[in-house]
């Protein structure tokens, strides 16, 4: 397993070495959430126009927590894990932000990017609330919350604010942040016009199901009305890697499948993941017409926030390694796992050790 342990001045300069990278470079990701006879179950892709990495992270109840990165704001959030959690967190580009977790309630959440949110940072104030960083906030909310009821109350009983203006290593960036439940609720938090944080509710049945980057979620529905999505020619159905066009086609094609019931999970995990990849994966070396850049699906996972199944793949090589969810509820300490070094070592299940650094 790779060291995750830097000092302070590695860290800094290879984080402000990469941010400024990262700041011109294309970005993209995609989620979709769906009913399935065997419980509510999630696929997302990381996209990025350099590749990824992937280590799966667990974290169990108690564990004394703080948010990195919020010197900005009067507060910061300091936190003792109530519910066991497994995230996925990216070193290889981002230097140790969770971008998935879900916890033993099924709750999980996602971050995407959202380029169209960084102009309005200037314009977003300290609510006061403890401040959680971009590097954690997906931790922060798996590990004390367990519906999405529970989170869309603490959100507006301004218990927790997001870091907005310390970004990810001292860079600004415009992200968004989805979660979504074992019942099928779901709540989409973008930073709008005037710094003013909105919450969009839904559920599987609704637009929700489908998450992908910029516009906002009101652009995003503008566009989706121009076309008819109960035409099942798809005539008028986009081809570009475009995120409008990731999320129009998200939306068209799980608004036209069949999860049917007699099947087994691997039949239907095996067909939400055809579902995804037609409309929302990402081949490498295109281009997306809205910015003349190229990125690709680096990563990508499915799980079920009922019978904890998670199943890895690095569309790099196309190996996939996977774990259930419940064989990691016995562990008392922090324990991680490099998923791509493993599943490229020929390994179909994950192996956890104890997690070098934190």
């Not at 126009?49 to 799966?56: A, R």
């Not at 998923?339 to 650094?357: H, I, P, R």
């Amino acid at each position: 397993m790779k060291n995750f342990k830097l000092n302070k001045f590695a860290t800094i300069f290879i984080a402000a070495t990469a941010f400024a990278t990262v700041t011109s470079t294309a970005h993209a990701c995609s989620r979709i959430t769906l009913d399935t006879p065997h419980g509510v179950s999630t696929v997302r892709s990381l996209d990025w126009g350099d590749q990824l990495g992937n280590v799966t992270q667990v974290n169990p109840v108690g564990i004394e927590r703080m948010s990195a990165e919020t010197p900005s704001y009067a507060k910061t959030m300091a936190w003792e894990t109530k519910y066991h959690s497994v995230a996925q967190r990216e070193y290889d580009v981002f230097h140790g932000v969770t971008s998935d977790a879900i916890n033993e309630k099924g709750l999980a959440a996602s971050l995407l990017y959202m380029y169209d949110s960084q102009q309005f940072i200037k314009d977003y104030k300290d609510s006061g609330a403890p401040a959680v960083s971009f590097l954690n906030v997906i931790d922060y909310l798996v590990e004390n919350y367990a519906s999405v009821d529970e989170v869309a109350a603490a959100f507006n009983d301004n218990a927790f604010q997001i870091a907005w203006a310390d970004g990810l290593h001292g860079t600004q960036h415009g992200l968004h942040i989805s979660v979504q439940d074992k019942a099928g609720n779901i709540a989409l938090f973008q930073l709008n016009k005037g710094g003013k944080m909105v919450m969009h509710r839904g559920d599987v049945k609704s637009d929700l199901r489908v998450m992908a980057n910029a516009p906002l979620q009101q652009e995003h529905r503008a566009y989706v009305e121009k076309v008819d999505l109960t035409d099942l020619a798809a005539k008028d159905i986009p081809s570009s890697i475009s995120s409008l066009d990731r999320n129009l086609r998200g939306l068209f094609n799980t608004s036209h499948i069949t999860l049917e019931e007699g099947k087994s999970w691997a039949q239907t995990r095996g067909k939400l993941l055809s579902t995804f990849n037609a409309g929302n994966l990402v081949p490498q070396d295109l281009i997306d017409p809205v910015n003349g850049e190229t990125y690709a699906s680096w990563t990508q996972f499915v799980y079920n926030h009922d019978n904890g199944d998670f199943l890895f793949t690095n569309y790099d090589t196309r190996e996939q390694i996977g774990y259930n969810f419940n064989d990691t509820l016995a562990f008392t300490e922090t324990m991680c796992a490099d998923t791509v070094k493993q599943a490229s070592e020929g390994l179909n299940t994950v192996m956890f050790s104890k997690c070098k650094s934190m």
